[in-house]
Nanobody, 115 residues
Framework: QVQLVESGGGLVQPGGSLRLSCAAS????????MGWYRQTPGKQRELVAT???????NYADSVKGRFTISRDNAKNTVYLQMNSLKPEDTAVYYC?????????WGQGTQVTVSS
């Protein structure tokens, strides 16, 4: 059984930075591409960053140049470094495989960007 646990969210001022972590039970990182998703009330969950097992990455246009996804397969952990944060980045952030599995969604971590 796979569990994904997100952490690292919080309240930050515009222009600030946060680093999110996603720890996984099991060795799914060696098999699947991983992604960070985010969701705000009333909107569909949005894929913002992906990383494949070989390390190649891809980003949504809204976060390109500001967010960096990385992975540590030895620690079964995926990270999302978020810089130059904007109020519109406020959301609950989740990690999951690509494409996402419904039974892999964790509780997410809240990121709030506000002055």
């Amino acid at each position: 059984q796979v569990q994904l646990v997100e952490s690292g969210g919080g309240l930050v001022q515009p222009g600030g930075s946060l680093r999110l972590s996603c720890a996984a039970s099991g060795s799914i990182f060696r098999i699947y591409a991983m992604g960070w998703y985010r969701q705000t009330p009333g909107k569909q969950r949005e894929l913002v960053a992906t990383i494949i097992s070989g390390g190649s990455t891809n980003y949504a246009d809204s976060v390109k140049g500001r967010f960096t996804i990385s992975r540590d397969n030895a620690k079964n952990t995926v990270y999302l470094q978020m810089n130059s944060l904007k109020p519109e980045d406020t959301a609950v952030y989740y990690c999951n495989i690509i494409p996402p599995r419904g039974d892999y969604w964790g509780q997410g971590t809240q990121v709030t960007v506000s002055s």
